[in-house]
């Protein structure tokens, strides 16, 4: 329970983090205990869009990881934040991606915070 506490944390500060730097991601434009509880919960859509979906569009796609020898992992990263930024229009969260570039770069910032956050705080997984 506590690693899927960090985990969740980590993901949430990273995704703020990516909509402060990225134009095309936008998060709400309340006040700071709104955000930090949407940021939470889109961490939390996140977390379930990557734990349920992408290791089926790993799988399905893996002949396309040999032949890119990986790199199609950053389009499969952007699309699953794409989704998640789907998911909490459903749900309406105040959480929004435009466009494939800003996922593809949101997911790319995403991705390094939360590996250099989990160096940082000792993640055990």
Same mark, same amino acid.
């Given at each position: 329970?506590?690693?899927?506490?960090?985990?969740?944390? +980590?993901?949430?500060?990273? *995704?703020? *983090?990516?909509?402060? +730097?990225?134009?095309? +991601?936008?998060?709400?434009?309340?006040?700071?205990?709104?955000?930090?509880?949407?940021? +939470?919960?889109?961490?939390?859509?996140?977390?379930?869009?990557? %734990?349920? *979906?992408?290791?089926?569009?790993?799988? $399905?796609?893996?002949? #396309? %990881?040999?032949?890119?020898?990986? $790199?199609?992992?950053?389009?499969?990263?952007?699309?699953?934040?794409? $989704?998640?930024?789907?998911?909490?229009?459903?749900?309406?969260?105040? %959480?929004?991606?435009?466009? %494939?570039?800003?996922?593809?770069?949101?997911?790319?910032?995403?991705?390094?915070?939360?590996?250099? #956050?989990?160096?940082? #705080?000792?993640?055990?997984?």
């Amino acid at each position: 329970m506590k690693s899927f506490v960090i985990k969740t944390l +980590i993901n949430a500060v990273a *995704i703020w *983090i990516a909509a402060w +730097i990225v134009d095309g +991601i936008t998060l709400s434009d309340g006040s700071w205990g709104h955000q930090a509880l949407t940021v +939470i919960a889109v961490a939390l859509v996140f977390g379930v869009v990557n %734990f349920l *979906i992408k290791p089926l569009v790993k799988l $399905l796609s893996l002949p #396309l %990881f040999v032949l890119t020898l990986g $790199l199609i992992t950053f389009v499969v990263n952007a699309l699953m934040l794409w $989704l998640t930024s789907w998911a909490s229009d459903v749900l309406d969260l105040d %959480f929004h991606v435009e466009g %494939f570039w800003a996922a593809l770069l949101g997911a790319l910032i995403i991705s390094l915070v939360s590996w250099g #956050l989990s160096l940082a #705080l000792g993640d055990d997984d």
